[in-house]
């Protein structure tokens, strides 16, 4: 992060000691949870004062990924709202970013998710010189690409996926169908995969997914998911969070929340706002793609009139 001439959380913390003279453990609380703050505008190359709402956003999600119990960090984003509104009564900012600002709630369970640059390293670690590299990178692209839980997977049959109309049909909870769109990336690697499955020779299983001619388990994918975490140097994952990270992304670039529970198959939109604490761009974009005055700054000249 470029330094300011001035030290904004030095002053900051020397405000309210001496203006609302807190105690000595509530300064120093205030002073960690600053300095969290100011490492990640730090990796952001931000000055700390121009970090936005969805800055904030993403360094709520990065608390929670490292384990952060969601009390310690209601805590945290407690002072930083406290220190952006000093910012405003100090002229240093116009607009206060904390406004609005979603926190998870104590002992809420936050979901475990990778960033789009563990994403990348986790499916490049199968070795696509082998036929199992290609198959176990054509899973792996899968489940992020639709979401998919690990039974889901391990239950898809070859049927069940169009690469042309680029759809998979899964089966989830209680036996209920969705029909989940992939992307390209996705495609290339289903149909890298198909040419392997071609060469097997008859009869060929029904699933899509299988090891020794047998379909996959699913501890068989899980263990072969922790490995190429361990491959990749990616702690604290499991099958689960691919599909985590799928839903974590899609609101992050702007899909709405009842887009993604449709996605997800979830039956009731209270499970997938999960989620949204990570980010509420999807909701200013939605409103600025579709509401007809969010572009009109003043009256026509008729209006005025």
């Known amino acids: 992060m470029p330094k300011s001439e001035r030290d904004l959380i030095k002053e900051f913390l020397t405000y309210i000691q001496v203006e609302k003279g807190l105690a000595r453990n509530t300064l120093e609380s205030y002073a960690r949870d600053l300095a969290r703050l100011e490492h990640y505008a730090d990796k952001s190359a931000k000055p700390v004062h121009e970090l936005t709402r969805q800055d904030l956003r993403k360094w709520i999600a990065e608390l929670s990924r490292e384990g952060l119990a969601p009390s310690s960090i209601a805590r945290a984003v407690s002072a930083v709202r406290s220190f952006f509104r000093f910012l405003m009564l100090d002229g240093h900012i116009k607009r206060h970013p904390t406004d609005d600002l979603d926190t998870p709630q104590r002992f809420a369970y936050l979901p475990q998710f990778l960033n789009e640059d563990e994403i990348n390293l986790l499916l490049a670690a199968p070795d696509i010189s082998t036929e199992p590299g290609?198959?176990?990178?054509?899973?792996?692209?899968?489940?992020y690409a639709a979401g998919l839980r690990v039974s889901e997977t391990v239950l898809l049959k070859q049927a069940d996926v169009d690469v042309h109309a680029g759809l998979v049909i899964c089966h989830g909870k209680g036996n209920k169908e969705r029909r989940v769109p992939i992307g390209k990336s996705a495609i290339h690697w289903l149909r890298q995969y198909s040419l392997i499955r071609a060469s097997y020779g008859k009869p060929i299983s029904p699933y899509l997914f299988t090891n020794r001619g047998k379909p996959m388990t699913r501890q068989f994918v899980w263990a072969m998911i922790k490995s190429y975490a361990v491959k990749s140097g990616i702690k604290h994952i499991s099958p689960h969070t691919l599909r985590h990270s799928f839903a974590t992304h899609l609101l992050q670039r702007g899909a709405d929340s009842r887009s993604v529970q449709a996605l997800l198959g979830h039956s009731d939109?209270?499970?997938?706002?999960?989620y949204t604490h990570i980010t509420d761009r999807h909701l200013r974009s939605a409103y600025d793609k579709h509401h007809p005055r969010a572009h009109v700054a003043t009256a026509s000249k008729k209006e005025r009139n």
């Open 269 to 274: 939109i209270s499970t997938t706002q999960i």
């Open 134 to 143: 290609i198959r176990d990178r054509t899973l792996l692209e899968l489940m």
